[in-house]
C-alpha cells in the first residue's frame, strides 16, 4: 500500500533532532503515551495535505510501539496506513512482529492480520504477526522434551547475568526435589555477557545434574518483543511493570506449562530489583490457578555485609564489582565456570562492556 494513493503524506522522523522528537512526543501525550526516543529504532508520522498530524507508529527491533491515530482521523485509513508500513519495515527484516497495546484497540490490530497471544487487563495486550509465531516455539519445545515417569517436573527462568552460585544454587535445589528441571535462559541479548556465553557458564556449572534440561527461551520468556520499556502518561510504573509481568506469565502458563507437563516453578526472592520483584508477584497471582506450585528460596547469603545484614549473592554485584576492578571481593559470587572466563582473554570484551555502561545490565 503506497502513501501516494491516499489523502495522506508519511515522514520519518529524525530521533536524533530534538525539535521532531518534541513534535512526536507533544502529539503522543495528548493521547496517553509518555515517548521514549531511547526505545524505538525509528518513529514516523502521518500527515493529511494540510499538514496536520493524523498519526504516528514507532517500532523497536521486531516491535512495533506508539502506534496512535489523532481522534478526528480515527474514521479514515490512518491506522491501516501507519500499521502496514511498520510492519513491512520490520519483515523485511524479520520473520515475526509484535505489538504491545490497549486491549481495547486490540481488535484494530486483528482486522490487519495480528493474533492476540495474551492480555493483562485493563492495560495490555500482545500480538504478533508474521511467518513464524508461537506455535513454531512450542514445536520446538516438543522437540526437546522428556518423558518421565511422574509429574514432578520443575521449571526455573533464568538470564544469569553472569551465572552466579546463587543460580547454582537454586538449580542444585530444584534439581534435588524434582525428577526434571526444564531450565529456560533468556535468549535476547540485552545484558552484558552475551547470551552465547551465558548459555555456555551455565551448561558448563552444571554438567553435574542429569536432570536438569536447558532451554532457548526465545521470543517469549522475558523478551523485550513482549515485555517492553512501554509507558502509559497516566499509569504509575509499578503498575505498568506488574502488568507487563502478568503478561510473560501468561504467556508461559498457557501456552508452554500443557506442553512440558510442568507443576512446580522456582523462583528466589527478591532484594534488589523491582521488575524482578513484580515479575514474582504475576507468578504467585497466575501460576497456582493452573496448576503450577510456585516454590520462592530463600536467596543465598555468604557472610554479613558493611550493614551487618546478610551478604546475598546477586548478579548486579558482580557486575559492580568487574565496573570498579573489584571482582576479588565477590570471587566467592562465582562458580568455576564464571570465574575461569572472566580471568580468560575471552571476557575483555565483556568487561568493557560493563564498564562503560551506566545502567543495570
Same mark, same amino acid.
Given at each position: 500500500?503506497?502513501?501516494?494513493?491516499?489523502?495522506?503524506?508519511?515522514?520519518?522522523?529524525?530521533?536524533?533532532?530534538?525539535?521532531?522528537?518534541?513534535?512526536?512526543?507533544?502529539?503522543?501525550?495528548?493521547?496517553?503515551?509518555?515517548?521514549?526516543?531511547?526505545?524505538?529504532?525509528?518513529?514516523?508520522?502521518?500527515?493529511?495535505?494540510?499538514?496536520?498530524?493524523? =498519526?504516528?507508529?514507532?517500532?523497536?527491533?521486531? !516491535?512495533?510501539?506508539?502506534?496512535?491515530?489523532?481522534?478526528?482521523?480515527?474514521?479514515?485509513?490512518?491506522?491501516?496506513?501507519?500499521?502496514?508500513?511498520?510492519?513491512?519495515?520490520?519483515?523485511?527484516?524479520? /520473520?515475526?512482529?509484535?505489538?504491545?497495546?490497549?486491549?481495547?484497540?486490540?481488535?484494530?490490530?486483528?482486522?490487519?492480520?495480528?493474533?492476540?497471544?495474551?492480555?493483562?487487563?485493563?492495560?495490555?495486550?500482545?500480538?504478533?504477526?508474521?511467518?513464524?509465531?508461537?506455535?513454531?516455539?512450542?514445536? %520446538?519445545?516438543?522437540?526437546?522434551?522428556?518423558?518421565?515417569?511422574?509429574n514432578n517436573i520443575a521449571t526455573i527462568v533464568v538470564n544469569c547475568n553472569p551465572f552466579t552460585n546463587g543460580h547454582k544454587y537454586l538449580i542444585e535445589?530444584?534439581?534435588?526435589?524434582?525428577?526434571?528441571? &526444564?531450565?529456560?535462559?533468556?535468549?535476547?541479548?540485552? /545484558?552484558?555477557?552475551?547470551?552465547? @556465553?551465558?548459555?555456555?557458564?551455565?551448561? *558448563? =556449572?552444571?554438567?553435574?545434574?542429569?536432570?536438569?534440561?536447558?532451554?532457548?527461551?526465545?521470543?517469549?520468556?522475558?523478551?523485550?518483543? @513482549?515485555?517492553?520499556?512501554?509507558?502509559? *502518561?497516566?499509569?504509575?510504573?509499578?503498575?505498568?511493570?506488574?502488568?507487563?509481568?502478568? @503478561?510473560?506469565?501468561?504467556?508461559? !502458563?498457557? %501456552?508452554? #506449562?500443557?506442553?512440558? =507437563?510442568?507443576?512446580?516453578?522456582?523462583?528466589? !526472592?527478591?532484594? &534488589?530489583?523491582?521488575?524482578?520483584?513484580?515479575?514474582?508477584?504475576?507468578?504467585?497471582?497466575?501460576?497456582?490457578?493452573?496448576?503450577?506450585?510456585?516454590?520462592?528460596?530463600?536467596?543465598?547469603?555468604?557472610?554479613?555485609?558493611?550493614?551487618?545484614?546478610?551478604? %546475598?549473592?546477586?548478579?548486579?554485584?558482580?557486575?559492580?564489582?568487574?565496573?570498579?576492578?573489584?571482582?576479588?571481593?565477590?570471587?566467592?559470587?562465582?562458580? #568455576? /565456570? !564464571?570465574?575461569?572466563?572472566?580471568?580468560?582473554?575471552?571476557?575483555?570484551? #565483556?568487561?568493557?562492556?560493563?564498564?562503560? %555502561?551506566?545502567?543495570?545490565?
Amino acid at each position: 500500500m503506497n502513501f501516494e494513493d491516499t489523502d495522506f503524506r508519511q515522514e520519518v522522523l529524525d530521533i536524533e533532532n530534538p525539535y521532531d522528537v518534541k513534535l512526536v512526543s507533544d502529539f503522543l501525550n495528548d493521547l496517553g503515551f509518555d515517548y521514549k526516543v531511547d526505545d524505538v529504532d525509528c518513529t514516523m508520522l502521518l500527515y493529511n495535505l494540510n499538514d496536520e498530524i493524523v =498519526g504516528t507508529g514507532s517500532y523497536k527491533n521486531k !516491535t512495533l510501539k506508539y502506534v496512535a491515530v489523532a481522534q478526528k482521523f480515527r474514521d479514515s485509513t490512518a491506522f491501516a496506513l501507519i500499521v502496514t508500513h511498520i510492519s513491512n519495515v520490520i519483515m523485511q527484516k524479520h /520473520s515475526t512482529c509484535f505489538v504491545f497495546t490497549k486491549p481495547k484497540t486490540a481488535k484494530l490490530f486483528q482486522s490487519l492480520g495480528f493474533s492476540i497471544i495474551a492480555t493483562a487487563e485493563p492495560l495490555f495486550t500482545v500480538l504478533e504477526f508474521g511467518l513464524k509465531t508461537i506455535k513454531d516455539y512450542q514445536v %520446538y519445545l516438543k522437540s526437546i522434551k522428556r518423558e518421565i515417569k511422574t509429574n514432578n517436573i520443575a521449571t526455573i527462568v533464568v538470564n544469569c547475568n553472569p551465572f552466579t552460585n546463587g543460580h547454582k544454587y537454586l538449580i542444585e535445589k530444584a534439581a534435588s526435589e524434582s525428577e526434571l528441571v &526444564y531450565l529456560f535462559v533468556v535468549e535476547e541479548n540485552l /545484558s552484558a555477557f552475551p547470551f552465547e @556465553i551465558r548459555w555456555d557458564l551455565i551448561k *558448563k =556449572g552444571i554438567q553435574h545434574l542429569n536432570n536438569v534440561v536447558m532451554v532457548k527461551a526465545g521470543e517469549y520468556i522475558v523478551s523485550g518483543s @513482549i515485555f517492553p520499556n512501554y509507558f502509559l *502518561k497516566n499509569e504509575s510504573f509499578d503498575l505498568v511493570s506488574q502488568k507487563q509481568a502478568e @503478561i510473560d506469565v501468561t504467556i508461559f !502458563t498457557e %501456552y508452554f #506449562v500443557p506442553i512440558l =507437563g510442568i507443576t512446580k516453578r522456582y523462583i528466589g !526472592t527478591e532484594n &534488589y530489583c523491582k521488575t524482578t520483584c513484580a515479575y514474582n508477584t504475576a507468578m504467585f497471582k497466575i501460576l497456582p490457578k493452573a496448576g503450577v506450585e510456585v516454590i520462592e528460596i530463600t536467596r543465598k547469603a555468604l557472610g554479613m555485609d558493611k550493614n551487618n545484614e546478610p551478604n %546475598y549473592i546477586s548478579a548486579s554485584k558482580v557486575r559492580d564489582a568487574i565496573k570498579n576492578d573489584r571482582l576479588n571481593e565477590v570471587i566467592d559470587f562465582i562458580p #568455576v /565456570s !564464571t570465574r575461569d572466563f572472566l580471568l580468560s582473554e575471552d571476557a575483555i570484551e #565483556v568487561i568493557h562492556r560493563i564498564k562503560s %555502561y551506566s545502567g543495570r545490565h
